[in-house]
Structure formats: C-alpha cells, structure tokens
C-alpha cells in the first residue's frame, strides 16, 4: 500500500509552498512573493511521529480564473484534492477571510475529505492573534495558527493530519524506483513527454517558454518496472535568464541532475543540437549520470531515405563527449517510439551500476598493453601495475602505475575503449582516477 498523501492547497501567496518547505526540511518549493509562482504538484517524502508520508504542494486556486495557465494550475489542485487522504487549507492570517477562500473553502466541503484549516503568517509568540476566531466562519473545523518562517504551530497542524491517516501497513521502499530527470531547453517537449508517460496531464503543458519552474516529481510503475520522472524547467543561456524565479528554475533542475539515476537530455530534432544543448549534456556527463538522447519532434521533421541516420552522425558528432549515450528519436505527441524509452531506461541505469571483477579487469588490461605498448619518455616507458573498480554510478577505476605524468591522456583513453569494448557500459560516464606508486590516496 501506498504512503498516505496530504495536499496542500490555498490561493495564491498565502504562503504554502514556504510551509510546505518547512514541513519536508529541504528548499524543493521555489518561494517568491509572486502569486503563480508554483504551478505544477509538487510531491515530496515526509514523516512526523514515526509515521511517513507525502506531502503535496499545489499551485495557487482562483476559483474565477480564466487564464489557461490559472485555470490549468486550478485542474492540477483539484487532481491533488481528489488523491489526497487529507488536505491543509492554508489561510493567511494577515489579510483575514477572503471571498477566494471561502470558494476554495465550499469546493473542499464538496469534496468530503478531511480538512485542516492552516492559518499561515501567525509569526508573532504568546497569546493567539485574535484575527484567528475569524475563521471559523470557513466552517472547516478548528483552525491552526502557523508560521512557515518560522515553524510555529507546524507540530500541532500534522499531529491533526495523523488522526485521519488510514491504518499504517508496510510501504514499498523508494530506493526501487529508478529516478529519471528529463532535462533540456525551454519548449523541447520535456512535459509533453512525462505526460505521455504518465498517461495523464500531470504538469502544464504550453508554448510558452519558462511554463515548468519547480522539479516536479511524478512516480510510475508498470510493466517495464517503477520510475519517478522528474519534469524540470528549461535551462537557458545565463544571459537569457533574467527573472529571479527562473533563476531557483535553473538550480532546481541541477538539483534534479544531482538527484536522478537516468538523465534523457532532449533536444528538438528540427534544430539539432545547438550550442545551448551541449551545455546541458554536460551537466549530466559531469554529474556521472547514465544518460539517453532523446531526439524529439521526429514527427516534425521532413525524411528522406536516410535521414534518420545521418541526423544520429550529426548528433554523435556535436556531442561526442558523449559517445557512448544511445540516441532515440520520438515524438511525445504522437507517442512515436516513447515506447521504447523504458527498456533503454532500465538498460543504462544498469550500465551505471556494473561492477566488474578485479581479475577480469586485468586481464582486459594485458590484453590492451599487449596490442598497444604504453607509452615513453625521454627513455621512461609507464607501468601500470594493476586496475580495480572502487565505484559505481559511474562506474570508477583505479589504475596504479610507475608515473602519473607518463600516463598521456590519449592511453587512458585508449584503455576506457577496451574495457568498453568488452563490458559495454554503453549509456554511462566512466571514471578513470590515475594513482601513482606509493601514493596513499
């Protein structure tokens, strides 16, 4: 059985995101005084009690909106509501009861969930602030004053969510799950592709650059296995990046990188790849992370005999850093080949996380100092003693040798061609640390 969920929702900037902050411990919700700046649910682990759970964050409601991005953030409340065990109206005590939360507050009552009336921005200690008494009139129980600044009242707000938790069962341990960050420019089809996925309208889909801002976490399981997908924010050029809030966008999405175990870098196939996405396969390649292009917009693009061939030369060619990451070409609208992403997920997360046998090593080892002798200088050859795995994701060798400076670069690279050659390790980074005798370390 699934962990319970608790959903969060409120309208725009009474503060739910900082509480939702302050309630897992981590800065995974971007805070800014904007109304509209969480858009997408946003879900992460947390625990009071012994007991674990979910929480979700959720964009702001406006029961009157008629933008199509407020109306969507809207949908996506109502989504969180409909899944949630219990939901966390937040309220803000400065403003006091608004027409907006007594629509939030009538569309909680129809849905017939337990609520717990949250009033946020209480930050002054000792007795109650009168304004509190004011919202009774939401007609949702006892309301909780609370401070996600600075964590006032947030023992006594999940103390209450705990006494509507269904009877705790054993839950599946997350490290099961395969985290996969699907990353690239603005307006790559990121979140059209983790819908199709998904099979459902999770995060906003629109062609309007900067739309996605949190990493948005959404767990699967089917047939092929359990992933969570991580929807991040486009990452654009520094010099493009202007808005305070796309700025948290871009560090949530190498926060994602550092988080994931599978990073699909996407790029629109009728560009190629350009200088920007080079960039941000990078980010993964550095991160050590498996990785698989996805060429997306294939449906877009005009074939000839060919095409499809000469446009993965082109591809290897501008990233050739990362030559050993496979190449995919999609089209998350259609559905063209998505298909086949699970099993290349599942083959380059296990790539990443091969070990291979010390003996085994060395014999690749002899074998390639016997077709390629290692080189000289100025009448010094280099030796290399032995090599071993001492890690995975990348996987990581050690190669212990006479002289670190006489291991040219072009041998190293030679030698990781050979252990390749005969392991695969197709869609991972490798690590190559250079020991030198009588180094310790």
């Known amino acids: 059985m699934s962990k319970p969920l608790v959903a969060m929702v409120g309208r725009p900037n009474v503060g739910k995101s900082m509480l939702f902050n302050k309630l897992v411990g981590q800065r995974l919700s971007i805070v800014e005084d904007t109304p509209g700046v969480t858009r997408d649910r946003l879900y992460a682990g947390c625990e009071w009690c012994g007991r674990q759970f979910d929480i979700v964050d959720t964009g702001g409601i406006e029961p009157t909106a008629d933008s199509e991005i407020l109306a969507f953030m809207r949908e996506q409340a109502q989504i969180a509501i409909s899944s949630a065990d219990v939901i966390i109206f937040v309220a803000d005590l400065r403003t006091g009861v608004t027409a907006s939360d007594k629509d939030v507050a009538n569309m909680l009552l129809r849905s017939r969930k337990p609520v717990v009336l949250a009033v946020n921005k209480a930050d002054s200690t000792g007795p109650t602030d009168p304004g509190v008494y004011e919202f009774y009139s ?44 699907v990353i690239g420019k603005p307006n790559v089809g990121k979140s059209s592709l983790v819908n199709h996925m998904l099979g459902e309208k999770r995060v906003i889909v629109s062609d309007v ?31 493009k990046v202007e808005e305070r809030v796309e700025k948290f966008s871009v560090m949530r999405a190498q926060m994602a990188i550092e988080r994931a175990d599978v990073c699909l870098i996407m790029i629109d196939a009728r560009d190629g790849v350009t200088e920007q996405d080079t960039k941000i ?71 990443n996380s091969m070990r291979i046998t010390t003996g085994m090593l060395n014999d690749v080892l002899a074998d390639a100092q016997a077709r390629v002798q290692p080189p000289t200088d100025k009448g010094r050859r280099l030796k290399i003693y032995y090599i071993t795995q001492t890690g995975v994701k990348p996987p990581t060798f050690v190669v212990f040798c006479n002289s670190r400076e006489l291991f040219h670069f072009s041998y190293q690279r030679y030698l990781e061609n050979q252990i390749r050659g005969v392991f695969g390790l197709e869609g991972t980074p490798v690590r190559m640390v250079i020991r030198q005798k009588g180094e310790s370390e």
């Open 138 to 181: 939401l007609g949702l129980g006892d309301p909780i004053p609370v401070s996600a600044i600075h964590g006032h009242g947030t023992g006594d707000l999940l103390d209450e969510c705990l006494k509507y938790f269904p009877p705790e069962t054993e839950t599946e341990p997350e490290d099961d799950y395969i985290r996969v960050a």
């Open 209 to 239: 650059a900067g739309t996605t801002r949190d990493a948005v976490d959404s767990p699967l399981e089917n047939k092929h296995g359990k992933y969570i997908f991580i929807d991040t924010a486009g990452i654009r050029r520094k010099s």
């Open 281 to 351: 396969a990078g980010l993964a390649h550095e991160a050590g992370k498996a990785s698989i292009i996805v060429a997306n917009k294939w449906d877009l693009v005009e074939k000839e005999t060919g095409t499809l061939e000469k446009m993965r030369k082109e591809i290897m060619r501008d990233l050739s850093f990362m030559s050993y990451a496979p190449v995919l070409f999609i089209s998350a609208l259609t559905g063209q080949r998505t298909d086949k992403l699970f099993e290349l997920i599942n083959y380059v997360s296990d790539q």
